[in-house]
């Protein structure tokens, strides 16, 4: 765990020049079959957790201590009628969730396991990685903006105001928090020397980057709780003022799609963070210094891979158990005013320091606490700032009344009629709008008044 005094060059990356078609199929459907289980084991994991955090006992019925509830579960979302809305574009309306999952499943296939292992009872040596790419975070980052399509057509699609709105709340968060989380992994690069994750991997023999990279790595942990809607920035999907976001109009088998692809994303991010700023498979010290790392060898990486993943897994549970959720106000402040001008400033330190070096004898671990000293602080001060609030347009108005001269309301400002299906879409009113009574209502509250006013008048005659 000595901080390096050198700067710091990446080693060679995984070898897969050994690998057949055949070994590739099957180490593609092995983490196929890890993803499921493991959302699997994530639905009881997480209930499991919640009912401690509300003192009480969470899924205990099925099976021991409950650890196949998971299992009905899916199989009440995979039998339950399948509903297409009429309104909606079918085609689109089909094709969203499967984009979705798709798109989550493609992640793991870049993420190191561990080492070069043999396969029991054959003579095969493999890395336990799928594959890698000298780009492999530009390809993280590329797959997880284009799963957010997804979303976004999934409630376009779905022909209801409600998905429409927790679709547009999607992009807005994905293009807000992506540029945090970029900027996050960018210093990481920096550092490493590499895109490539089992070299960014052999990096961290020294020191893992979430200690000398601590604001980007906290950064990150931000950014990846926005990237895959969990509390408290589950805005696109938030209950209680959209029903359910983009999901509203689709069940069975369609949403369950959605649901697999949340989880897996909690598993793909969690596994970014891992392999990035924790040493990816690499024991922790002093484990990693026993017997020349004897632990960093044959299939106990694979342990600590899953050890530190399902650590992350239990940080998504313990924000959701804990705290509330965002006004979107806040939850877009926080992405623009604070992530992105602190992310943005740290890239540029690094990339200072990293020049610095060049030249000096100054040991990296001094350089980048006095950076991170200065960025506390300068978040902090950005935190500080009190918002302006905007003067109320025609408060002056209001107080003299609305439509008389010299009240400060001009006659013409009266609301003109709304029609949310005017562009045969529909939209929701803007500000200054309102929609028109519901003819529904009217034919309802009808006979209510009008059965009054008849008993007046046979009174009166």
């Given at each position: 765990?000595t901080?390096p005094t050198v700067?710091?060059?990446?080693s060679?990356?995984?070898d897969?020049s050994?690998?057949?078609i055949?070994?590739?199929?099957i180490?593609?459907?092995a983490?196929l079959?890890?993803?499921?289980l493991?959302v699997?084991?994530?639905?009881?994991?997480?209930?499991?957790?919640i009912?401690?955090?509300?003192?009480?006992?969470?899924p205990?019925?099925?099976?021991?201590?409950g650890?196949?509830?998971s299992?009905?579960?899916a199989l009440?979302?995979l039998l339950?009628e399948?509903?297409?809305?009429k309104?909606?574009d079918k085609v689109i309306?089909r094709?969203?969730?499967?984009?979705?999952?798709f798109?989550?499943?493609m992640?793991?296939?870049i993420?190191p396991f561990?080492?070069a292992?043999?396969?029991p009872f054959?003579?095969i040596?493999t890395?336990?990685q799928?594959t890698?790419l000298?780009?492999?975070?530009l390809?993280f980052?590329g797959?997880?903006?284009l799963?957010v399509?997804?979303?976004v057509?999934?409630?376009?699609?779905?022909?209801?105001?409600?998905?429409l709105l927790?679709s547009?709340?999607s992009t807005a968060?994905?293009?807000s928090?992506?540029?945090a989380?970029?900027?996050?992994l960018?210093?990481?690069?920096i550092?490493?020397?590499?895109m490539s994750t089992?070299?960014?991997v052999n990096?961290q023999?020294?020191l893992?980057?979430s200690?000398?990279?601590?604001?980007a790595f906290?950064?990150?942990?931000?950014s990846?709780t926005?990237?895959v809607?969990?509390?408290?920035f589950d805005l696109?999907?938030?209950?209680?003022?959209?029903?359910?976001?983009y999901t509203t109009e689709?069940?069975s088998?369609?949403?369950a799609?959605?649901f697999?692809?949340e989880y897996?994303n909690?598993?793909?991010?969690?596994?970014?963070?891992?392999?990035?700023?924790?040493?990816?498979?690499?024991?922790?010290?002093?484990?990693?210094?026993i017997n020349?790392?004897?632990?960093n060898e044959?299939?106990?990486?694979?342990?600590?891979?899953?050890?530190?993943?399902w650590?992350?897994?239990f940080?998504?549970?313990?924000?959701?158990?804990t705290l509330?959720?965002f006004?979107?106000?806040?939850?877009?402040n926080?992405?623009w005013?604070?992530?992105i001008?602190?992310a943005l400033?740290w890239?540029v330190g690094?990339?200072v320091?990293?020049?610095v070096?060049?030249?000096t004898?100054i040991?990296l671990q001094t350089?980048?606490?006095?950076l991170?000293?200065?960025?506390?602080?300068f978040?902090?001060v950005?935190l500080?700032i009190?918002?302006?609030?905007?003067a109320?347009?025609g408060?002056?108005?209001t107080?003299?009344?609305?439509g008389?001269?010299?009240s400060?309301t001009?006659?013409?400002?009266?609301?003109?009629?709304?029609d949310?299906f005017?562009?045969?879409y529909p939209?929701?009113p803007l500000?200054?709008?309102?929609?028109?009574?519901?003819?529904r209502r009217?034919?309802?509250?009808?006979p209510?008044?009008?059965g009054?006013a008849t008993?007046?008048e046979n009174?009166?005659?």
């Amino acid at each position: 765990m000595t901080p390096p005094t050198v700067p710091v060059l990446a080693s060679a990356g995984a070898d897969f020049s050994a690998d057949s078609i055949g070994l590739v199929f099957i180490k593609a459907a092995a983490i196929l079959v890890f993803l499921l289980l493991s959302v699997l084991f994530a639905l009881w994991f997480e209930r499991r957790i919640i009912g401690r955090f509300q003192q009480r006992l969470g899924p205990n019925v099925r099976g021991p201590f409950g650890l196949v509830q998971s299992i009905p579960d899916a199989l009440k979302l995979l039998l339950k009628e399948d509903i297409t809305v009429k309104g909606a574009d079918k085609v689109i309306y089909r094709i969203a969730p499967m984009i979705s999952v798709f798109c989550a499943f493609m992640i793991f296939a870049i993420i190191p396991f561990g080492p070069a292992v043999q396969i029991p009872f054959t003579d095969i040596v493999t890395p336990l990685q799928l594959t890698d790419l000298p780009v492999s975070v530009l390809y993280f980052l590329g797959i997880a903006g284009l799963g957010v399509y997804g979303i976004v057509l999934g409630g376009w699609s779905s022909g209801s105001t409600y998905p429409l709105l927790g679709s547009v709340r999607s992009t807005a968060q994905v293009i807000s928090y992506e540029l945090a989380m970029s900027l996050s992994l960018v210093s990481v690069l920096i550092v490493a020397g590499s895109m490539s994750t089992s070299e960014i991997v052999n990096s961290q023999t020294q020191l893992w980057w979430s200690v000398a990279l601590a604001p980007a790595f906290v950064i990150y942990l931000i950014s990846m709780t926005g990237e895959v809607n969990r509390l408290p920035f589950d805005l696109p999907e938030a209950e209680g003022e959209l029903v359910a976001g983009y999901t509203t109009e689709y069940s069975s088998m369609k949403f369950a799609w959605f649901f697999l692809a949340e989880y897996i994303n909690m598993l793909n991010v969690s596994a970014i963070a891992t392999t990035l700023f924790m040493g990816g498979w690499r024991a922790p010290w002093p484990l990693s210094a026993i017997n020349d790392g004897m632990f960093n060898e044959g299939w106990w990486p694979l342990l600590w891979f899953l050890i530190k993943l399902w650590g992350f897994m239990f940080f998504f549970v313990w924000l959701r158990a804990t705290l509330l959720r965002f006004r979107y106000d806040q939850f877009m402040n926080l992405g623009w005013k604070v992530l992105i001008p602190v992310a943005l400033a740290w890239v540029v330190g690094v990339a200072v320091i990293q020049g610095v070096r060049q030249f000096t004898d100054i040991s990296l671990q001094t350089l980048l606490f006095a950076l991170a000293g200065a960025l506390v602080l300068f978040a902090v001060v950005l935190l500080l700032i009190p918002e302006k609030k905007p003067a109320a347009d025609g408060a002056a108005g209001t107080a003299g009344g609305s439509g008389t001269p010299g009240s400060g309301t001009p006659a013409d400002a009266k609301a003109e009629a709304f029609d949310a299906f005017a562009g045969g879409y529909p939209v929701p009113p803007l500000p200054g709008q309102s929609l028109p009574p519901s003819p529904r209502r009217a034919k309802v509250t009808a006979p209510a008044d009008a059965g009054p006013a008849t008993d007046k008048e046979n009174t009166d005659g």
